[in-house]
């Protein structure tokens, strides 16, 4: 399994950005994707996930109503659209993959496939 993250870059407080995860070397309809961010001293933290076959999702507090996780089918992407950015979201963002074992998977842990990390800087 291959995840590939992009999208990451520098956006004042307000603006938005959109994170892509190209997944490859399986099929993915019995896996759950996550967002997960790390900011500098902080633990890493799941910022929404997806489970790819249903499209139910989870967001975490921090994040809800402000972005959306979303699964493309024909092209094995994972996004995550951020809209409303704050400072306090500037963070590497982290794609991961795992298998559905009937719940969310909320802990880095649980997660056994992962992307390379890309930087999203919010300047206030």
């Known amino acids: 399994v291959q995840l590939q993250a992009s999208g990451g870059g520098l956006v004042q407080a307000g603006g938005s950005l959109r994170l892509s995860c190209a997944a490859s070397?399986?099929?993915?309809?019995?896996?759950?994707m996550g967002w997960f961010r790390q900011a500098p001293g902080k633990e890493r933290a799941l910022v929404a996930a997806?489970?790819?076959?249903?499209?139910?999702?989870f967001y975490a507090d921090s994040v809800k109503g402000r972005f959306s996780i979303s699964r493309d089918n024909a092209k094995n992407t994972v996004s995550l659209q951020m809209n409303s950015l704050k400072p306090e979201d500037t963070a590497v963002y982290y794609c991961?993959?795992?298998?559905?074992?009937?719940?969310?998977?909320?802990?880095?842990?649980?997660?056994?496939?992962w992307g390379q990390g890309t930087l999203v800087t919010v300047s206030s």
């Open positions: 991961a993959a795992d298998l559905w074992r009937g719940s969310y998977h909320y802990t880095p842990v649980e997660y056994d496939y």
């Open positions: 070397g399986r099929a993915f309809s019995n896996y759950v």
């Open positions: 997806i489970n790819w076959s249903s499209g139910r999702t």
